[in-house]
Each structure stands twice: as structure tokens, then as C-alpha cells.
């Protein structure tokens, strides 16, 4: 079974601040990994994910992440938020071939304008 | 853009009442499923499908039943609510490895 752990509840940071987001995940086998975020009162919406060659993956709205196997980590970065990045962000893990899904309890970013 | 849609919005209804929550998607998608999301859970897997007449358990299905009509519609069956379930429900849908998309989400109240 694959687990996927986020170990900030809250982050809060100004606008223009660059912020991570961190994901931990344990599984031993060859995995998915993506990053989903939740604006209030809306479903999830997928920013991007992560299965094989440059680790550094790129999404949506200026977001990229970096997957370390060494580590198990894939954390969100970017450079420079803006206030309407405040969401709740969610990591998830699905192993190759399987269409199952694990969620972490996510993140809520606050950007302060 | 993918689409799923989720009705009813909002639900309340009593302890031991019949409820009915429906998804529809318009991806073309295989595979569907149904979360619900709690504070403190994150999102946990009810049940999901890779195809009409399809079902699969997730990681939380007691007390559910799902149903996939056709590629487009899937159904979440709760015929004796109790307030355990109160809770917010999304459905997604899903056609690659590693993406999900979507629905708006139904909020459900269990007096």
C-alpha cells in the first residue's frame, strides 16, 4: 500500500514570496505522483504529475515540482505567489498500472497580498 | 477541458433516509470515482469503476453502494444514512495514469 504524508498543515507567506509545499510518500515499487489544488467551495483540480525521466516536472500557473527518489519527496515549488494561489494543495501517489489513487490530508497556503 | 458534474449540490436528509448522489462525465473516461473529503482525512476512496456495469471497493465502502450505469454515469447509493456520513463527496474521472479530474463536489447533511 502506498501512503503519501504532508507534513504542513498551514503555510503562510506575502505575495511575491516564493513558497514549497512538501510530500513524502512511502511505496516500494514504480509510482505516479501528482499534485492537486483546491480552491474553496471547488473540486480538485490537477496541476501536474510526475512518472519517469527529468524530475523536475513543470505544471500549470507557474508551479513545478521535483521528485527525489533518495528522499521519496515530491514537493511543489514556485518562485512567486500570488494571492489567488491561496488553496488547499494535495499530493497524491498511484502505483504504475493501477488506477487506485492515495491522497495526502493537504496543505493550506495563505498568501498574504 | 474534462467535465464532471456532481447533483445534487447540497443534500440534507435524516438518519436512516435513502439517498441518491449522481456523477456524470463527459471525458470519455474509463475510470470513475467516488471520495469523500473530511477534515483531518484528506480525500478517502469509496468505490470506483473501470466501465459500465463495473465496480470496484476503495478504502471506505461500508455503509455505500455505487453503481455505473454507462461510461457517463456513475451513482453513490447510501439506503440507511446515518450522521457518520455527513460529509463532502466528489467524483472524478480518470483516462491516463496518475490524472484525475473533478467534479464540483455534493455537500451531504445526515440529521
Known amino acids: 500500500t502506498q501512503t503519501v504524508s504532508q507534513s504542513d498543515a498551514h503555510v503562510t507567506v506575502f505575495e511575491g514570496d516564493s513558497v514549497e509545499l512538501r510530500c513524502n510518500y512511502s511505496?516500494?515499487?514504480?509510482?505516479?505522483l501528482s499534485w492537486y489544488i483546491q480552491h474553496h467551495g471547488r473540486g480538485l483540480q490537477f496541476l501536474l504529475k510526475y512518472y519517469s525521466g527529468n524530475p523536475v516536472v513543470q505544471g500549470v500557473n507557474g508551479f513545478e515540482a521535483e521528485f527525489s527518489k533518495s528522499d521519496s519527496s515530491f514537493h511543489l515549488r514556485k518562485a512567486s505567489v500570488h494571492w489567488s494561489d491561496s488553496a488547499v494543495y494535495f499530493c497524491a501517489v498511484s502505483a504504475a498500472g493501477y488506477q487506485n489513487f492515495y491522497f495526502g490530508k493537504g496543505t493550506s497556503l495563505t498568501v498574504i497580498p | 477541458e474534462a467535465a464532471v458534474t456532481q447533483s445534487p449540490r447540497n443534500k440534507v436528509t435524516v438518519t436512516g433516509g435513502n439517498v441518491t448522489l449522481s456523477c456524470r462525465q463527459t471525458?470519455?473516461?474509463?475510470?470513475m470515482y467516488w471520495y469523500r473529503q473530511d477534515t483531518g482525512h484528506g480525500l478517502r476512496l469509496i468505490h470506483y469503476s473501470y466501465g459500465a456495469g463495473n465496480l470496484q471497493i476503495g478504502d471506505v465502502p461500508d455503509g455505500y453502494k455505487a453503481t455505473r450505469t454507462t461510461q457517463e454515469d456513475f451513482f453513490l447509493l447510501l439506503e440507511l444514512a446515518s450522521p457518520s456520513q455527513t460529509s463532502l463527496y466528489f467524483c472524478?474521472?480518470?483516462?491516463?495514469?496518475?490524472?484525475?479530474?473533478f467534479g464540483p463536489g455534493t455537500r451531504l447533511t445526515v440529521l
Open positions: 472524478a474521472s480518470s483516462d491516463k495514469l496518475g490524472e484525475q479530474y
Open positions: 511505496y516500494g515499487g514504480s509510482i505516479y
Open positions: 471525458n470519455s473516461h474509463n475510470y
